[in-house]
């Protein structure tokens, strides 16, 4: 018998995703202390990883390169690369590896490439997906923040900043750094 959790005390709002592993399907979702691989047709749960007091997740999952990125939400946040297809808890066995520093509490993480590109509120940084060497980061100097989700365009990678003591979000962009599209 599984632990139980609290639904209604650690919400979490991201959207789950599908992706295809080893010739079936998982539904991706990220919730609150763990995140959960679901069987799309019997709603039957494959795998989940636990991340301890991780809430209020709003990033969605991104997969690539045969790792799904999750970034855990607010309290203690991470990015966890996992590696999909297991079966059970696989928190233990199919975690390839997990950030703890920088790490967006609102914005969705983005792959481009061998590239993941995040955002804190005071930072966008470019990590190596493979080594987490961070290739590029962007700091924010000013009281501004950086809200939005990160969007590739083909002039480059932008986010939407909002300044802290303004009621008003700002259709300002910044533009991280150009991108290959293709």
Do not use: M
Request: zero cysteines; aromatic letters at 10%.
């Amino acid at each position: 018998r599984g632990e139980r959790f609290d639904v209604f005390h650690a919400p979490a709002y991201t959207t789950p995703l599908v992706i295809r592993v080893g010739g079936r399907d998982e539904l991706i979702s990220v919730g609150a202390f763990r995140t959960v691989a679901y069987d799309p047709l019997s709603g039957k749960e494959i795998w989940h990883v636990q991340y301890g007091d991780g809430f209020s997740n709003v990033p969605g999952p991104v997969y690539g390169h045969g790792l799904v990125f999750i970034a855990t939400g607010f309290h203690q946040p991470s990015l966890l690369a996992v590696r999909p297809g297991g079966s059970g808890d696989v928190t233990g066995t199919r975690v390839a590896w997990t950030l703890r520093r920088g790490v967006p509490l609102t914005p969705s993480p983005l792959l481009v490439g061998d590239e993941l590109l995040a955002a804190s509120r005071r930072s966008i940084f470019v990590l190596d997906r493979r080594t987490l060497a961070v290739k590029h980061a962007l700091e924010n100097r000013e009281e501004w923040q950086f809200t939005g989700q990160l969007v590739r365009a083909p002039e480059g990678v932008i986010s939407i900043v909002e300044h802290p003591y303004n009621s008003e979000i700002y259709t300002h962009f910044v533009h991280l750094r150009p991108v290959a599209t293709g």
